[in-house]
């Protein structure tokens, strides 16, 4: 491919040249990803080389591009997956022959985790580590060990399973990379390299919130499951799903019906709470109608 050059003007060069020998920390998108025949950093110098390239488009109309090997630690198989993702890097070299500008996310990475590691022992000195709230950005998760790898600041995270959520969750159709999420630092080892945090942390556990409508007279859910076995699941807007009883003069409830119920017992300990159905405020869902649902 034919990468564009990167700047058209003495002003765009100018700023390209003090962003470059400031070090600052700069924002593009990625427009497309290709592979060229350009300079590559190798040991410390730049060699003609066929390699991967992700293409940036700068504020102003500043394009410039990102060569693999200084993308990530992290060797990815294609960079195709971040086109149209928004990306923070450093001008690590102008090329003035060709005019053009290469930039580095790995370097950037490289910044912002040294500024999060110091933010972080700070925080652990003053005994405030797990108060913080942070925001980071999924970027995979492992189906053998079920880990949940979040990067913040450049520095890569790793969350267990169980806190991601409240409740059990199927976290291979949940957990979407390029989600912005929420987390609290709940371990840090800056020696071995190591960030445990929790999505889970920064969010109120639905066992409260069903204990505040305990005394409510009915609460609305939505039939989730019916098993000959198991029995009835409802959903409730809490966010639980839990177990429902329905009485002998009821019709029996499908999937998806709205129910209207009372809450029996919350064991917050256990995890576990029990509904009696009492109502189908919307009537009975028909089999066939697959639409229904109770919120928006």
Known sequence: MTVPQSWSSDL?????????????????????????????LEEGKYVEKETEIAVFLLEGGVTAYCPANEFSDYEFKTLNGF?????????????????????????????KKEH??????????????????????????????????VRINGADCFMMPNDWSWERRNLETEVDRGEKVQVKVLRFDRENNLIQVSRRH??????????????????????????????IFVKLDAGLEVKGIKPSYLEEPIVGDIVSCTIRNID?????????????????????????????
Do not use: C
């Open 202 to 231: 920064t969010i109120e556990d639905p066992f409260k919130k069903l204990e505040r409508l305990k005394d409510m007279s009915t609460v609305a859910g939505k039939v989730s499951g019916v098993d000959p076995i198991h029995g």
């Open 268 to 296: 917050r300990k256990k995890r576990h709470a029990k509904v009696v159905i009492v109502g189908y405020p919307r009537g009975k869902k028909n089999r066939k109608d697959l639409g229904s649902f109770l919120f928006e």
């Open 116 to 149: 999060f590691f110091n933010e972080l022992e700070s925080l652990e000195a003053a005994k405030k580590l797990n108060d913080k709230v942070f925001e980071g950005t999924v970027w995979g998760f492992n189906p053998r060990s079920r880990r949940v790898f």
């Open 12 to 40: 765009q060069l100018e700023n390209l040249a003090r962003l470059k020998r400031n070090r600052e920390i700069v924002r593009g998108v990625i427009t497309s990803v290709g592979t060229k025949k350009g300079k590559v």
């Open 83 to 111: 086109t149209g993702t928004m990306q923070e890097f450093i001008i690590d070299h102008l090329d003035l022959e060709d005019k053009t500008a290469v930039v580095s996310v790995k370097k950037a990475d490289q910044i």
